[in-house]
């Protein structure tokens, strides 16, 4: 046990090089100020974690008390569904196979449960709705996030408009690394960073969306940015950097809610908004102010270290991701103009079911008689 001790020490001790992490033989004990009130360490941050499962508890209380009444007032309404028939055949072709067969596998069920191919096709069209969710759950989801995103951008303004980083980014770096730490810099800090540790450990139980990947690969980036930033005292720059994200946000979600409740006027406005405001935060102030403040501006106060390209590196992957999405909402902007926009392209959309004829009682496979529409088929 002792042994084992040691060795994670030493890992330990290694891991948090000062040389690797610091800039100008800087040392741990040198980032906490003389006044005391400038420490910061790692383990500050392990309220996050209650935070997150906090937050997770506050959503579900949201979405129940808060945002189904809104949604009910917005006149989105729970529509019900017709369900496919049990049927043991088609249901494990949907399970293991593929929940789009082709032409050829519809006409191959088809014989095996003594179907046409038109009921073989409506009853993947309904089992496919059954597992997409409801509109008034992805209703749900944006309210929580719309509801943060505007209180965090808030507190965001509250705490930083009068510091002097919030209006010249060279102020990041003035009197680096012994820089006083706030107590509302460090709140604002521990509650976006809860957030996102929420919306990861939410993420497989959301509507599952087209960019579910990149959602995790920039909710792991984002996490790993305000960690490592909280540690080196890259506080200053990861605070400018919430400001920016949240601001976009805010109005992707509320264009999103209008979406759900076929506002589509509101829905289209507020997208274009979202649309210029994204590309002006994401593709003009957050390369040109905030990732050139921590590429270029270091380098007028210490050599480079193994942070200063870490670090970089990271804020790279976020840019790339910001490319990413603007390509998608350059796609769905010429769709608002075409007047083709609906819903959320990133999520799959209900299919349409056809009312002329009604679902068959399907057998089990097993050649027994069944009943259709009144009348015995074999």
């Not at 209650?50 to 979405?63: D, I, S, T, W």
Request: with cysteine.
């Amino acid at each position: 046990m002792a042994a084992d001790r040691r060795m994670s020490q030493t890992l330990s001790d290694w891991f948090w090089w000062d040389r690797i992490w610091l800039p100008c033989n800087y040392t741990w004990d040198d980032l906490e100020n003389s006044e005391g009130n400038g420490s910061v360490s790692q383990s500050q941050l392990y309220i996050t974690f209650p935070l997150a499962l906090l937050f997770m508890l506050l959503r579900f209380v949201f979405e129940r008390v808060v945002a189904t009444p809104v949604a009910q007032a917005m006149g989105i309404k729970s529509k019900v569904r017709q369900k496919a028939l049990s049927n043991p055949v088609l249901e494990e072709f949907y399970i293991s196979s593929s929940k789009h067969p082709s032409q050829t596998e519809v006409y191959g069920l088809a014989k095996k449960v003594s179907r046409t191919s038109i009921q073989i096709e409506r009853w993947f069209r309904r089992r496919r709705n059954q597992d997409r969710p409801a509109v008034i759950k992805k209703f749900q989801e944006s309210c929580w996030r719309f509801t943060f995103y505007l209180a965090a951008l808030i507190g965001g303004v509250a705490v930083l408009y009068d510091k002097p980083w919030f209006h010249d980014v060279w102020e990041v770096w003035v009197g680096y690394p012994k820089q006083e730490v706030l107590t509302s810099q460090y709140w604002y800090y521990v509650l976006e960073l809860g957030f996102y540790w929420s919306l990861l450990f939410s993420i497989a139980s959301d509507v599952r969306r087209k960019d579910f990947n990149v959602q995790v690969v920039h909710h792991l980036a984002t996490i790993f940015l305000l960690n490592f930033s909280w540690s080196v005292k890259y506080i200053r720059v990861g605070t400018l950097t919430l400001l920016v994200h949240d601001v976009s946000d805010i109005l992707l979600e509320a264009a999103k809610m209008c979406s759900y409740a076929d506002w589509k006027k509101s829905c289209n406005a507020l997208f274009i908004l979202f649309a210029v405001v994204f590309v002006i935060s994401r593709l003009i102030i957050f390369p040109f102010w905030i990732l050139y403040a921590t590429l270029v501006y270091p380098l007028y106060y210490c050599p480079r270290f193994f942070l200063y390209y870490f670090f970089n590196m990271i804020m790279f992957v976020l840019q790339f991701l910001h490319i990413y999405w603007t390509y998608l909402i350059f796609k769905m902007v010429k769709k608002v103009i075409s007047g083709n926009m609906s819903g959320d392209d990133r999520s799959d959309k209900e299919e349409e079911d056809s009312e002329g004829n009604e679902e068959p009682r399907l057998s089990n496979g097993d050649g027994k008689r069944h009943i259709v529409n009144g009348q015995h088929d074999r």
